[in-house]
């Protein structure tokens, strides 16, 4: 075998450096989407929404 196979503490440290990357990526995607993204798109659709129901009742009047 020309690579010794990953044992030992070498195996430990890496599952823990994966298991570690993923949570905080996860954790941190979760809090961008739900903590700046879903409010942003709220504020814009609000905002053309707002926009459109003004074009509208200038369109009538």
Excluded: C
Aim: charged share 20%; no cysteine.
């Amino acid at each position: 075998m020309a690579i010794k196979p990953i044992t030992g503490m070498l195996r430990r440290g890496l599952v823990l450096d994966l298991s570690v990357a993923f949570g905080l990526g996860t954790s941190f995607g979760y809090l961008f989407w739900y903590g700046y993204h879903i409010p942003a798109v709220r504020q814009r659709d609000a905002y053309y929404s707002k926009l459109e129901d003004q074009r509208a009742a200038n369109a009538a009047a």
